[in-house]
């Protein structure tokens, strides 16, 4: 993976906008945008420079030097390394025009760094909380920012073992539980804030009422987040016109598990079993993200029977949450159970390889920095092979015989939750969601990294961008990866899986990396920030689950509201992703 | 089951062996208690995929009355908490808790829903369900395999087997009150705290005013 941006680009770009500065810091890259530039800056950067893809957005508290910052990075959905830039606000009073009119993509991203951060966005079209609830007390990644469970600033902590008796948090706080008031707070004054103001914007009135013989009225019912058909704690407020949808607002944090907070306070090393939980059916990509972001920062790279490992692993991974996804998506077409059932059978086989080679069956806590946990063990990699030669193709088949030209699914699903490729691209969708809509973007082509460029597959891509084309393309994609797992098996060398010592402290330099992959459900990126010290100073996950819920509402609209629940299915999110 | 229905104290003629059983109210009760218990679906994060995974056919514990899982907790008689409880999310948690009719249960599933888990130190994870509701068995496991869940169900069953209709709270003559909900403010708040946390935050400011910030001292 590069980020070498083109040096002929960059005069060009300084050529007209002269306020733009190069980012000198030691170990950045980029540009710093004056905030008041930042619009005319992107739209021009889309339009004549071809970075349509806004892929990530997210702050950064430099409390030392009393900044806020908000890094963007940029994508060619034809293909290349990427281009960030930043824009450097008060620490005091910070705001940032917004760019979500533009890109509708970096809206929910914008909400998530007022909510965690404290920017505010200028002109942000719906500008409230979104992983934590309207009233909570502060920003909580403001370094400044104590959670109630405070110890110290970074791992480990000292307080654990002093004089070899353990000390339990809770005993420090005065409620013996994870709670803290601010001061002079009175309880039996506060007027919850919750509801209204997720219904807020559902609730306006400026939709058209439509003129028919028959007088109707439109109403806003709730979807979630205890419903069956939610794949976990997701929300959805709909506005309904008879059946159809008429708006729809996904509402989310129900499993905000502070993730980055936590992240922040961990040592490098100790975020990998983190990551195992963001996305809990691909442990192993969301391993392979972290690492390729951490290893950038180091400037080392794994030897190549760990590459070898590792691709193994992702594509296996890969296999299993397409499986997964296929069979909760016929859950939510009403085939219940039965076709899961055949999906998690061959989830099983894969995750028996997976507990072999990592010691668990889902947070499989195996790739390290510079290699991987320890080698195959003995047996797995014919385990592998016959699974992928013989078995599992055959399966993908039968479940191909069974669903695809089955008549209830092909009428639920044909032309259903159309996603046209401007809209998913503006939405910055990715992954199957991306390619099923007609854009054959795929990071493992259009960036690779590790040692994707050495084996051959075609970057699936259906044209349509309904429900089927989604189903179709996954089953597309399990066949790419059962061809690269084919070349895997063919090529793997032998040799260590560890370039040098392994290691409990890592030693990070100063500076900022952005690593992505293209995992199951999208491109998954960690951006990290190293200030030398043994703890990252800023760790953020650009979520695909996350992200590919912008486009949920423009996907809804104008079908039934029986259809939701299957487009929601399509479009295949985990909640500790989306919420991390 | 017949002969230990049998092996009893009482005098059954040999005509009648084998055609009559005699027991106890209470193992009757219990016996077709234990052995349909339907879960409430209700998966919050990983280890919900780990009880789906044991509903599957591996290791499917249909074979203890449990697959019949239903969407709504007026139909269920087991809670499993199957992952991270956020503060978010415990006021629905606890609403679910309350519309579930009696007898009910509650399992605390893998490490978060036990303790907090890994998530613990996080500053809107709740360390443990069992701070705002009963839980009868914990089953630790970050996720627990499918076989720890199938061990925790067995336990509940176990527990299902030592209670007596005499004495168990839903035939108790007393009003059961329902879970006060707790109510999202500036941090999560339990109802029934409110005079502490007054008397906290009050204390808090004059501590406040006795210490000046340590940069100006």
Known sequence: ?????????????????????????????????PADKLIDFAVTLRDEFGYDFLSSVTGVDYMPEDKLEVVYHAYQTTGGPGFVYKVQVDRENPVVPSLS??????????????????????NHPNHKRVLTWEGFEGHPLRKDWQEPFFEEEGKPFKSRWPGGEVIRIEDNNPFRKNVDYPQGFDPGKWQEAGQA?????????????????ISTDQIVVNLGPQHPSTHGVFRM??????????????????????????????????????????????????????????EKLMGTKPPERAEYIRVMMAELTRIVNHLAAIGFLLNDLGAFFTPLLYAFEEREMILDIFEAVSGSRMMCNYYRFAGVARDLPEGVFDQVKRFVHDRLPRKIDELDTFLTNNEIIRTRTIGIGVLTAEDAITHSAAGPVLRA????????????YGIYDRFEFDVAVRYHGDIYDRYLLRLDEIRQSIRILEQV???????????GKPQYQVRVPAGEAYGRVEGPKGELGFYVVSNGKPNPWRYHVRAPSFINLTPLGVMCKNYKIADVVSILGSIDIVLGETDR | MTEEFNSTEYDIPPEMEGQVAITTLDKVYNWSRRNSIWPMMFGLACCGIEMICAATSRFDFSRFGMEVMRPSPRQSDLMIVSGTVTKKMIPQIVRLYNQMPE?????????????????????????????FIPVDVYVP?????????????????????????????????????????????????DVREYELIKQYTSEKMVEEQEEPEPEQA
């Open chain 1, 197 to 213: 103001v997720v219904y807020e914007n559902v609730v306006r009135l400026d939709h058209p009422v439509s003129e028919t013989a």
């Open chain 1, 237 to 294: 407020v709909v506005r309904l016109e008879g059946e159809t949808v008429v708006d729809l607002e996904p509402v989310m944090g129900y499993l905000h598990r502070n993730h980055e907070k936590i992240g922040e306070r961990n040592t490098f090393l100790m975020n990998i079993p983190f990551t195992d939980r963001l996305d809990y059916f691909n442990s192993m990509s969301n391993n392979f993200g972290y690492v390729l972001a951490v």
């Open chain 2, 103 to 131: 007898p009910k249960y509650v399992l605390a599933m893998g490490a978060c829903a036990s303790g907090g888990g890994p998530f613990k130190e996080g500053y809107s994870v709740v360390d443990g369900v069992d701070k």
């Open chain 1, 437 to 448: 809509s007609g854009v054959p973007y795929d990071v493992r082509r259009a960036d690779p």
């Open chain 1, 489 to 499: 098996i063919r090529d793997m060398p032998e040799g260590p899986v560890q370039e």
């Open chain 1, 101 to 122: 009119n533009e890109f509708p993509g970096a809206e929910l991203q914008e909400r998530e760094a007022w909510d965690l951060m404290g920017i505010r966005f200028e």
């Open chain 2, 141 to 189: 496991g970050c996720p627990p395999t499918p076989q720890a869940l199938l061990h925790g169900l067995i336990t509940l069953q176990k527990k299902i087997d030592q209670q007596s209709i005499k004495n168990v709270r839903w035939y108790s003559k007393e009003q059961l009150d329902p879970v006060p909900i707790p109510v999202l403010g500036p941090d999560l708040m």
């Open chain 1, 1 to 33: 993976m590069s980020e070498e941006v083109l040096v002929e680009e960059k005069t060009e770009l300084e050529e007209r906008f002269p306020e733009i500065a190069r980012d000198q810091r030691n170990g950045y890259e980029g540009f710093i945008v």
